[in-house]
Nanobody, 119 residues
Framework: QVQLVESGGDLVQPGGSLRLSCAASGNISHIYSMRWYRQAQGKGRDLVASISGGGSTDYADSVKDRFTISRDNAKKTVYLQMNSLKPEDTAVYYC?????????????WGQGTQVTVSS
């Protein structure tokens, strides 16, 4: 079994910053792409940022130049540095990863962490 555990969500004022973390644990052979999604109340789950096993990154237009995704392969952890936060960034943020467990490649989700941007 593989678990993804997010942390770092909080209440922050507009213009503030937060750093989310997502640590993977369990029977892991290799972690390929890792991603952050978010889901605002009453809306669908949207891709925010992704990072490949080689470190290539991609971002949703709404967060470009404000958010930075990174990973520490030794710690099996992906991060999302969020700067210049806006009220519209308020959502539950979910970690997602493609994980090899022996012969299998499986997509896993974390349980989510709440980010609220409000004055």
């Amino acid at each position: 079994q593989v678990q993804l555990v997010e942390s770092g969500g909080d209440l922050v004022q507009p213009g503030g910053s937060l750093r989310l973390s997502c640590a993977a644990s369990g029977n892991i052979s290799h972690i390929y792409s890792m991603r952050w999604y978010r889901q605002a109340q009453g809306k669908g789950r949207d891709l925010v940022a992704s990072i490949s096993g080689g470190g290539s990154t991609d971002y949703a237009d709404s967060v470009k130049d404000r958010f930075t995704i990174s990973r520490d392969n030794a710690k099996k952890t992906v991060y999302l540095q969020m700067n210049s936060l806006k009220p519209e960034d308020t959502a539950v943020y979910y970690c997602n990863a493609d994980v090899s467990t022996g012969p299998y490649l499986i997509n896993y989700w974390g349980q989510g962490t709440q980010v609220t941007v409000s004055s």
